[in-house]
């Protein structure tokens, strides 16, 4: 069975840090541009990273620039989400999925399906 999973999420207080992972199961994650998203309670899910196949092309949005980087180690079959300096407002579940990764943004890919996801509250 061909899937993601997501992991790492927890409770931060408001400048912590936190480091997700994305692990794929079933397939090679090498040769697939990663995306991160997540969906706040009440609200829509949102695109916030992705990285090419080899790490070469990074997109961020504004909201994260600077305070989240993105990273795969395609020998483990994973990608990252590094996120430092945590506010309340990046209180969501994160989810990842195969993604298009351009400079100008992040696309789904039909067909997308997501996993549980991983939640985060940033929270004092």
């Known amino acids: 069975q061909l899937q993601l999973v997501e992991s790492g999420g927890g409770l931060v207080q408001p400048g912590g840090s936190l480091t997700l992972s994305c692990a794929a199961s079933?397939?090679?994650?090498?040769?697939?541009?990663i995306g991160w998203f997540r969906q706040a309670p009440g609200k829509e899910r949102e695109g916030v990273t992705c990285?090419?196949?080899?790490?070469?092309?990074?997109h961020y949005r504004d909201a994260v620039k600077g305070r989240f980087t993105i990273s795969r180690d395609n020998a483990k079959n994973t990608a990252y989400l590094h996120m430092n300096s945590l506010k309340p407002e990046d209180t969501a579940v994160y989810f990842c999925?195969?993604?298009?990764?351009?400079?100008?943004?992040?696309?789904?890919?039909?067909?997308?399906?997501w996993g549980q996801g991983t939640p985060v509250t940033v929270s004092s």
């Open positions: 999925t195969t993604v298009g990764c351009y400079p100008g943004g992040i696309a789904t890919m039909p067909h997308t399906t």
């Open positions: 990285i090419t196949p080899t790490g070469g092309l990074t």
């Open positions: 079933g397939f090679s994650l090498d040769t697939y541009a």
